[in-house]
């Protein structure tokens, strides 16, 4: 106890020298957070993250991202949150109230800290587990403002202790710009070699105007800010990025999940077909030698080969798009009916990036279009409960097995879109609502995309 409590006096000052000397050079391997604004020296393939999460501090609400790690036996979770009002205003009664919030328990030990002017607090804390196991947690609460970061280290492995303290001390707050380096190396690492660029496959449209877009677009960077309870908090998710090249086709696409790039993809031809290259991260079940370490982790993917298939109408709109994996199996397809005006688009689970829709049937939205191509409502399938019917088989008298035969049952809802136009006719602001039983509308998300045009 007395080195616990020795080990937790010294980690005090280490924290407080750590996240006041931001903006550092970038370090080798640091996993960091566009969301949350930091870095810290744990693994990016361990990570599990836990987005949009909404709970309450007094009349306060908070919006927040939960990453946790495992480290050897012991385990580390950061927690990021943004209010709406001056949380530090409030300090000294909101910090105990954060971390009881959290980790509800015996506080052993606390003491007051700050780092930066701002004010914290360092925790040893008692908790009961899910199996009623007590287990010992390190907790750090910070307040910045309208933001909170809160840490905590599990004390189980007492001999890696202060080993695990001094990761803990390489948590440092991060600016854009201290971010991009990291960043940039993530792409990079996805990136795949490029495909061939000829020949060039004629046909009537370019994937800028069969995504609707107008003018001789370069670039679009999409970004979703969602609502909670009602209101916006101000922090923008990364959702992806595309590039154009001059005749208004793909040539990279990047696109991102928690803001980390999950999926990078190059275009050009395979076999005189239009096609893409694609290197993405997944999580899977890994086996190590040490079965207490095989566990899902991120890992990335072999490079594949998608090819693109169209058909226009005589007239050259596009009538069906559809991509295929290793030439053979549908992973997408758009249907376009162009006197309804509408399109049906249909996804495998396993191709898509952020899964918003029904799990264990393919994602299906039909798309209601403007005069312009843009959507104006969606209505899609999601799971809306399940039931069973009991089955029973007699293998000999007086001796039953039974069965459940479960049913899912799924019902459509619906989005509706409302826009704002650059000077070009493009939109670069979409405001989402979900429309209720009583056909009432709630707004969901803002997606912003900010477009670059060729001269």
């Avoid at 209505?379 to 809306?384: D, E, I, L, S, T």
């Avoid at 879109?417 to 070009?424: T, V």
């Amino acid at each position: 106890m007395r080195r616990t409590l020795a080990v937790f006096i010294l980690i005090i000052g280490l924290l407080t020298v750590a996240i006041c000397t931001s903006g550092q050079q970038q370090a080798p391997g640091e996993f960091v957070s566009p969301i949350g604004e930091f870095g810290i020296m744990l693994p990016q393939s361990k990570v599990e993250v836990y987005d949009e999460l909404s709970f309450q501090i007094g009349n306060d609400k908070l919006i927040a991202w939960a990453y946790h790690w495992d480290l050897d036996s012991d385990e580390v979770v950061i927690v990021y949150a943004i209010g709406k009002v001056d949380l530090e205003a409030k300090a000294d009664p909101y910090l105990e109230k954060l971390r009881d919030h959290y980790a509800p328990g015996s506080v052993i030990s606390q003491k007051k800290t700050s780092f930066a002017g701002h004010p914290g607090l360092v925790s040893v804390v008692d908790s009961d587990t899910r199996n009623r196991k007590v287990t010992r947690a390190m907790i750090w609460t910070y307040i910045l403002k309208n933001r909170v970061y809160l840490m905590s280290l599990t004390l189980d492995d007492k001999a890696r202790m202060e080993e695990h303290l001094k990761v803990m001390s390489t948590f440092r707050l991060l600016s854009p710009k201290d971010m991009e380096p990291r960043l940039t190396e993530l792409v990079e690492e996805l990136t795949p070699k490029p495909l061939p660029q000829a020949p060039v496959q004629s046909r009537p449209t370019t994937d800028a105007q069969d995504s609707a877009l107008k003018g001789r677009v370069k670039t679009v960077v999409t970004e979703s800010e969602p609502y909670v309870d009602g209101s916006l908090y101000g922090v923008r998710e990364m959702f992806s990025v595309e590039n154009y090249d001059e005749h208004g086709n793909l040539v990279k696409t990047v696109d991102y999940r928690d803001s980390l790039p999950r999926r990078v993809r190059l275009y050009g031809t395979h076999k005189g077909e239009r096609a893409f290259l694609e290197l993405r991260k997944v999580w899977r079940w890994v086996d190590y030698r040490d079965k207490n370490d095989s566990r899902d982790r991120e890992v990335m993917t072999a490079p594949t080969i998608f090819t693109i298939k169209y058909k226009h109408a005589p007239d050259g709109q596009l009538v069906e798009k559809r991509v295929l994996r290793d030439g053979s199996k549908d992973v997408q397809r758009e249907n376009y009916n162009l006197k309804a005006k509408t399109v049906t688009r249909q996804y495998d689970l396993n191709y898509v990036i952020r899964r918003t829709f029904a799990i264990g049937r393919g994602q299906k939205v039909v798309s209601t279009l403007d005069a312009n191509g843009n959507s104006i409502e969606d209505a899609y399938q999601v799971m809306a409960g399940a039931s069973y019917e009991p089955t029973y088989q007699s293998f000999y008298p007086g001796n039953f097995i039974s069965s459940d035969r479960w049913y899912q049952h799924y019902k459509t809802d619906k989005e509706r879109y409302e826009y704002i136009f650059d000077d070009r006719g493009n939109w670069i602001q979409q405001k989402t609502f979900v429309l209720t039983k009583d056909n009432q509308t709630v707004p969901k998300a803002v997606t912003y995309r900010t477009i670059t045009y060729y001269q």
